[in-house]
């Protein structure tokens, strides 16, 4: 008899774990592919960027409550306060939320790469424009 009980709880606890298994399946599995198509019809680096980091540049924006930079330009003395000051509010031991914390720290963290990104481009053109002029050293 107690047998019977035993094995009744091991078929309903794996069926329980399969399902959740496949939906967690799933829903990654969705979760890929629109982020596949999102590179596939945009073709932007904000959708590879998203991919990386799994924030967009506008909620980087919104979490850090600082304007997006434009033309890559932003002003980091601002981003770092803000960063800062949210990052001093939530730490765990003061009672805050590690989660929130984590949430800032890639928030500013995809700001700084979307601007490195566009300082890297801006170099990229200036030298293509002005073209390539490698310094000579004489002995």
Not at 83 to 100: C, I, Q, V
Not at 106 to 118: D, F, N, S, T
Request: hydrophobic share 35%.
């Amino acid at each position: 008899m107690a047998h019977r009980f035993v094995t009744q709880a091991l078929v309903v606890g794996a069926r329980v774990f399969g399902r959740a298994f496949a939906e967690a399946y799933r829903q990654a599995s969705a979760s890929s592919k629109y982020a596949q198509s999102s590179i596939g019809q945009s073709g932007s680096s904000n959708s590879r960027n998203y991919l990386s980091s799994g924030l967009t540049l506008d909620e980087a924006c919104k979490i850090l409550n600082v304007k997006p930079p434009k033309g890559g330009k932003a002003n980091m003395e601002e981003v770092m306060a803000r960063f800062k000051t949210l990052f001093d509010k939530n730490e765990p031991t003061n009672g805050g939320s590690f989660y929130l914390q984590s949430k800032i720290l890639r928030a500013r963290e995809r700001i700084e790469k979307e601007v490195r990104e566009a300082e890297e481009a801006a170099a990229d053109e200036a030298e293509a424009k002005e073209g390539w002029k490698p310094k000579i050293y004489k002995d």
